[in-house]
């Protein structure tokens, strides 16, 4: 079946202290690849997407994320958090091997980040 | 663009009310989408449409849960009759899809928080 692993549920960190949350994928063909953030009380907002090319990716606030194919991986990273960091984070996959309205989006369980002062 | 619109915001009702959740989707897309989040199961996608036709509904938990597009600006999802398990924050989501060029990135309205006494 289908699936995305997002290994570490919750994370505490410090101000200032780099950030790596870990995203695998178990689909074996073309895909697209998301990271979501929603901070408390609010909905999910979009960080980054891969769809091709250049494997590491920027996105908004200072984050970026690496597809590594051979290791269907796409962690997110951040070289310095902040406190306004805190909130939950989520990976997605599109797998194009999909067919019949292949536009689906496969998340992880998310991530909950705490970043303390 | 106003984005996802989602109504009523918050909704409490008692144990067999009738309960309506609404969403216009952003103009232009679609593909519109229904989750449901908990703290227990975490982000889970209930139904989508395509072009208005439901694509997989594989995601609705029970008989009490129907989803409507009539067009496509419109979608409704319903709960008949609530039970106090379908407690939950409940998102929409939309996204352009088509052979044109399709995002596949999907953006969340700001969700109903339902509460079923």
């Known amino acids: 079946a289908q699936s995305v692993s997002q290994h570490n549920h919750h994370v505490i960190l410090s101000e200032a202290a780099s950030l790596e949350l870990g995203c695998n994928y178990s689909y074996g063909g073309t895909v697209n690849l998301f990271w979501y953030v929603q901070y408390p009380g609010q909905h999910l907002q979009l960080l980054l997407k891969?769809?091709?090319?250049?494997?590491l990716v920027k996105g908004i606030k200072g984050f970026e994320a690496e597809f590594i194919k051979s290791k269907f991986s796409f962690n997110l990273r951040k070289p310095s958090v902040q406190w306004s960091d805190t909130a939950e984070y989520f990976c997605a996959v599109n797998a194009r091997i999909l067919t019949g309205g292949g536009n689906k989006l496969t998340f992880g369980t998310g991530t909950q980040l705490k970043v303390e002062l | 663009d106003a984005g996802v619109i989602q109504s009523p915001r918050h909704e409490v009702t008692e144990m067999g009310q009738e309960v309506t959740l609404r969403c216009k989707p952003i103009?232009?897309?679609?593909?519109l989408f229904w989750y449901r989040q908990t703290m227990m199961r975490g982000l889970e996608l209930l139904i989508y449409f395509n072009n208005n036709v439901p694509i997989d509904d594989s995601g609705m938990p029970e008989d009490r849960f129907s989803a409507k597009m009539p067009n496509a600006s419109f979608s409704t999802l319903k709960i008949q009759p609530s039970e106090p398990r379908d407690s939950a924050v409940y998102f929409c989501?939309?996204?352009?899809f088509g052979a044109g060029g399709s995002s596949y990135e999907q953006y969340f309205g700001p969700g109903t928080r339902l509460t079923v006494t």
């Open positions: 989501a939309s996204s352009f």
């Open positions: 891969y769809f091709s090319g250049d494997p």
């Open positions: 103009s232009g897309h679609n593909s």
